[in-house]
């Protein structure tokens, strides 16, 4: 059973750096792709990041470089280095997890929340 759980999220000022990781318990990592979704007050959730078995990535439009995803199979854990934040970057943050991009079941964290301000 996939369990995932979130950490690394906090209070950050704007321009600054977050690490997130994602550790899946449970299961084998390597058999998922993983991907990132926030969701900001008031809106609905989106896609932040993604990461295929393969190692393939990609980010929303929003990101514009910023940020990074990696994965360590060998940990069951996914990481998403977050650069340059800014206050709209503020929001929930999941860890979500599927056998393929758009089949299979799916999984998610419970979430952590990120806070950009000065």
């Known amino acids: 059973q996939v369990q995932l759980v979130e950490s690394g999220g906090g209070l950050v000022q704007p321009g600054g750096s977050l690490r997130l990781s994602c550790a899946?318990?449970?299961?084998?990592?390597?058999?998922?792709?993983?991907?990132?979704?926030?969701?900001?007050?008031?809106?609905?959730?989106?896609?932040?990041?993604?990461?295929?078995?393969?190692?393939?990535?990609?980010f929303g439009d929003f990101v514009e470089g910023r940020f990074a995803m990696s994965r360590d199979n060998a940990k069951s854990t996914v990481f998403l280095q977050m650069n340059s934040l800014k206050p709209e970057d503020t929001a929930v943050y999941y860890c979500h997890a599927r056998r393929g991009w758009s089949y299979g079941a799916e999984y998610w964290g419970k979430g952590i929340l990120v806070t950009v301000s000065s």
């Open 24 to 58: 899946n318990s449970g299961s084998t990592q390597d058999h998922y792709a993983m991907k990132w979704y926030r969701q900001r007050l008031g809106m609905e959730r989106e896609l932040v990041a993604g990461i295929s078995k393969t190692g393939s990535s990609l």
